[in-house]
């Protein structure tokens, strides 16, 4: 879970008096967050909650924001995935860095609701393995099955993109940093921040951390 996030006051329905909790609010608002490496804890919170909000309410949208440096791939994958089944279209917001399986998850968002902010740095590369150490024959396996696992995520992102699958093959040979504009011009997200201050300075509307602005894009 994110550090510095403020308690706020909120009312358990069935209390009588107003408890201060720590994220629930902004759960109840249907924001999450995913400020810390994916692994299974963080990746197992998410899951489950964009599960229970989708059986509380399946039309209302779900917001995660992300300032990640990626993490287990098979942990990206459960997130991605389960933003693909809910009922609610799924904001991905990008508000520091989105590196590896984290840009995979930014990526995940619905079409025309995946969102960089100015200064958010995206990054992408193949996947890695930790179990260089081991046996031949066990390295033999595990390298079969990265490439088993490198030709999906690619894949997806061709699907997602819409770019040729030799063009994202090659993208991830090395580690390619992007700002948000670049990831836009790539298709990893679809609108840039300062696009949504503008809009939102030009029609003097509500704030732009109001989540019924995102709603209008």
């Known amino acids: 879970m994110p550090v510095g996030v403020p308690k706020v006051p909120f009312r358990i329905p069935g209390d009588e008096e107003a408890t201060w909790v720590d994220l629930n609010r902004l759960y109840r608002e249907r924001t999450l967050f995913l400020g ?60 520091g860095i989105a590196a590896s399986m984290a840009s995979f998850i930014l990526l995940g968002g619905e079409p025309t609701k995946r969102i960089a902010f100015p200064h958010a740095r995206i990054m992408l590369h193949q996947p890695a393995s930790a179990y260089y150490r081991t046996r031949t024959g066990e390295f033999v396996l595990e390298a079969e099955e990265l490439t088993k696992v490198r030709e999906m995520i690619t894949r997806v992102y061709v699907l997602r993109t819409g770019k040729s699958f030799w063009v994202i093959s090659e993208d991830m040979e090395r580690d390619v940093f992007m700002s948000a504009t670049e990831a836009k011009d790539h298709r990893i997200v679809d609108i840039v921040g300062d696009e949504m201050i503008e809009e939102n300075r030009f029609n003097e509307t509500e704030p732009v951390w109001d989540p019924e602005l995102f709603k209008n894009w």
């Open 36 to 95: 810390q490496e994916v692994r299974c804890e963080i990746t197992n919170n998410i899951t489950g909650l964009m599960v229970y909000l989708s059986i509380e309410d399946g039309i209302s949208d779900l917001f995660l924001f992300i300032n990640s440096p990626g993490g287990w791939i098979m942990s990206g994958m459960a997130i991605f995935d389960t933003m693909s089944t809910v009922t609610p279209d799924v904001y991905t917001i990008c508000i």
